[in-house]
Every structure is written in C-alpha cells, then in structure tokens.
C-alpha cells in the first residue's frame, strides 16, 4: 500500500512560514513575510474574511494610541501607504476629526494637543469643525485634528491584501482549519502542513484553538453592536469622527488630566452612554453610508442575542450628532474581538518556531503592519 503525502509534505519541502488566519493580522504577516523574500502560505477555516477584520470602522486610529501601540501603529502607518499604491488597498490620508462638546473635552484636546505637538493633533474652532463636518450637534464647541490618522474600507481592504498576495504567488487555502501544533508541523482539517516558522493569527478564536494560551492573558470575547446608516442630506464627511467618550476609550485621549471630569459629567447626564460602554464614532463608505457605533459587552461566550436598546441609543446619539431627527439604518451587525485586560497584544511561542499572535484591545487595523514587523523581527 502506498500512502501519498498530502502537497505540503511532499518533495517541494516545508514552505518557510505558514500563517494560521487571513483576517488583517494573518494577511499583514503575510505581506511582510513574502516581502522579506520568504515562501509564504496562508490557509483560513472561511471561505473568505467574515470576522473582525470587515465588521470594523475602517479606522487606522494612530494619534489617540499611546505606549506601544502608538509605536506600531506609527511603524504600521507606512505598510498601509504602499499597499494603497501598489496593491489597491483602499486608504485615505484623511485623519480623524475629534468634536468637544462640552469645556472638559475641549480642555482634554487642549492638553493632547500641548503633549503631541502640532504635526499630531491641530485644534480647531466651532467655524473649522462645520467646514469639516457640516451637519452637527448645535452643541459642537470646537474639536481637534489629527492628521495621521488613515482610514480604509474594511468590506475591501482585506480582500484587496489578499488578492495582491495571491497575485505575487503567495496561496491562500480556504476551508482549511488548524487543529493542532507539532514541532516543524501543523494539523489541519485537510491534512498535515509542513512549516519552517508558523504565525497563528485567528482572532478571538484563540480561545478554541489554544486555551490555556487565552487563559494566561485572561482573554475573553468583546461584542459591539454596529450599524449601517444612509447618510442624513447627502453629508459627506472625510475624516473619520470620534467624540467625547472616545476620550475615555484610547489611552493618549484618556490619559490627560481632564479625562476624569469628561467621564463624571457622562455619569452624571447620561449614565447609560457608560453603561453600555459605548463609543461613539462613525466613518464613510464611498456610497455615503455611515458605519457607526459602537458599544462593548465583555464575556468568555456572549448571549446569541443583541439588545434592540443599545441599538437604539447608538442611533439616538449620532442622530443628536449629526443634529438630525432620526436615521434609515441599513444594516446591522455584531462584531467580535478578543480582549484582555492584562495586555493589549497577545503575542506567545508555542514552541521555538511559532507564535501566537492575537490583538487584545479592538485596534488590529491601526497596528496590524507594525505589529507583523515586530513580530518576524522576533521570529525569523
Ligand atoms: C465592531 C468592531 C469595530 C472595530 N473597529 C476598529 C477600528 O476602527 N480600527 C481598528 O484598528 N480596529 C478595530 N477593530 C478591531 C479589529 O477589527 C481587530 O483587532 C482585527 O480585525 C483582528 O484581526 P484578526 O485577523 O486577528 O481577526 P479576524 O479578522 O477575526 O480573522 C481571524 C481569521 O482566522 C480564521 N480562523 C479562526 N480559527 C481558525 C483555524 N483554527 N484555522 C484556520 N483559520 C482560522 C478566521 O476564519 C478568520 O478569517 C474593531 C473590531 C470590531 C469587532
């Protein structure tokens, strides 16, 4: 009897890395891999990309980062150029738009401002915010700029990375899941594949795959109820758009010292704005639509069912943003990240040459490329 090795196994040898995932954490590995020069292959349990990585904002959030992520997602921000240039990608040098409506959230964007300096954050006066975003909450006192913020379709942009992949001879195997992890060798649902090196990037499904690697980092699942909505009088808005309870979710926004006072005086007028964590925000497709969002519900398994309330005051909120009545919601969605409360990336070997690498703060496209580049820096 004679007994066929499956391709990978074959005469051709192990290819030099093996990436687990091809949402954008499992695809930017592959980028910078193959433009290192390395043989590359990605396989992916899904036919195409449905998780995280196209249910997001688009948002390439740099400036309001800090520490590490602030360092990757600046390192990042140059992959996201040339991938626009030369693989289609579709990337905007557009910036973030932040609106202050209250003295507090001016006085946060004031002293980001002195912290950053001007080529990071610009502040503007209620005149510059309408000539950026014309229809807004009456209430708009004034905002900020931040100028190196990108922004991408996420509905295209992985799948463009992925096509100019497969255009530069890097395959991509669909329908193939991982199920375990030898030296030299991963198991999948179609056969062993052999690997010099190995990135396994799946996301949130980290937590089936290789628990007690989620364990050790306390990760568990974040649920954000999201929304598609027509664009209220044909607005058009560049940037994309944050606002005062943004300044309490991302760390350079939240670690000024009027920060504090920003989240009393939402405890104080609208405690269910914190209750259901929300963060609200919103960018443009290229037909107009708004994504906006979001809330955040933590969990190890989440309740299948979303809660109609949170959607509803996601839409009362942008509604009194954009100063408008109400909006025609076209679609709705729950997206999914892992999150920890221990690290924002999770990054583990599993052996001398493999690494478990998952983003554990909901900010995987803004440093997706910085991060593969610090990651293979480690790895090869
Ligand atoms: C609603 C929402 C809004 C967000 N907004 C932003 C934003 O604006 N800016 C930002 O920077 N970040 C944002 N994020 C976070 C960002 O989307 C994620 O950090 C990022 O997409 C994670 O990418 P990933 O490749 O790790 O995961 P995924 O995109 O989920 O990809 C993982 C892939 O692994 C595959 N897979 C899983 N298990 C296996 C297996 N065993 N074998 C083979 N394949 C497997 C899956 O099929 C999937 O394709 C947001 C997230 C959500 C949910």
């Not at 990042?76 to 557009?94: I, M, N, Q």
């Not at 269910?272 to 398994?301: C, K, P, S, W």
């Not at 709705?332 to 690494?355: H, M, N, P, V």
Request: net charge negative.
């Amino acid at each position: 009897m004679t007994t066929e090795l499956p391709p990978a196994l074959s005469a051709d040898g192990p290819v030099d890395l093996l990436v687990v995932g091809a949402g954008v954490i499992g695809l930017a590995h592959a980028v910078e891999a193959h433009l290192r020069g390395l043989s590359v292959l990605v396989i992916d349990r899904d036919d195409r990309a449905v998780g995280a990585s196209v249910r997001n904002f688009g948002h390439i959030c740099i400036t309001p980062q800090d520490g590490r992520a602030l360092d990757l997602a600046i390192g990042g921000r140059t992959r996201w150029l040339e991938l626009a240039a030369k693989a289609s990608v579709p990337v905007l040098e557009c910036g973030t738009l932040v609106l202050a409506r209250s003295a507090a959230e001016l006085g946060v964007l004031e002293e980001f401002a002195e912290r950053r300096g001007s080529d990071q954050v610009r502040l503007l006066g209620r005149a510059d915010v309408g000539r950026r975003l014309a229809g807004h909450d009456p209430a708009v006192i004034g905002g900020a700029e931040l100028p190196l913020d990108l922004r991408t379709d996420p509905r295209r942009a992985v799948a463009a990375i992925a096509g100019w992949l497969v255009d530069q001879g890097v395959e991509i195997r669909r329908r193939t899941t991982a199920t375990s992890f030898e030296q030299g060798v991963v198991r999948t649902t179609r056969g062993p594949i052999a690997a010099r090196k190995v990135v396994v990037a799946v996301g949130h499904d980290v937590d089936h795959l290789l628990p007690d690697i989620a364990d050790e980092v306390g990760l568990r699942r974040c649920a954000l109820q999201m929304l598609r909505v027509a664009a209220p009088d044909d607005l058009r808005v560049v940037p994309a758009v944050l606002t005062g309870l943004s300044m309490l979710r991302y760390p350079g926004l939240a670690a000024t010292s009027a920060a504090p006072t920003v989240r009393e005086s939402f405890g104080r007028q609208a405690p269910e704005l914190l209750d259901a964590v929300m963060n609200l925000m919103f960018t443009q497709l290229d037909n107009g639509d708004l994504i906006i969002g979001d809330t955040h519900r933590y969990a190890l398994t989440h309740e299948p069912f979303d809660d109609e309330d949170v959607a509803d005051l996601v839409l009362r909120e942008t509604a009194r943003l954009l100063g408008v009545g109400g909006l025609t919601v076209r679609q709705r969605w729950r997206g999914i990240y892992a999150d920890s409360d221990q690290t924002d990336f999770l990054i583990k070997e599993l052996g001398a040459d493999t690494r478990v690498v998952s983003v554990t703060s909901g900010i995987g496209m803004t440093t997706s490329h910085g991060l593969a580049s610090a990651v293979l820096d480690d790895l090869l």
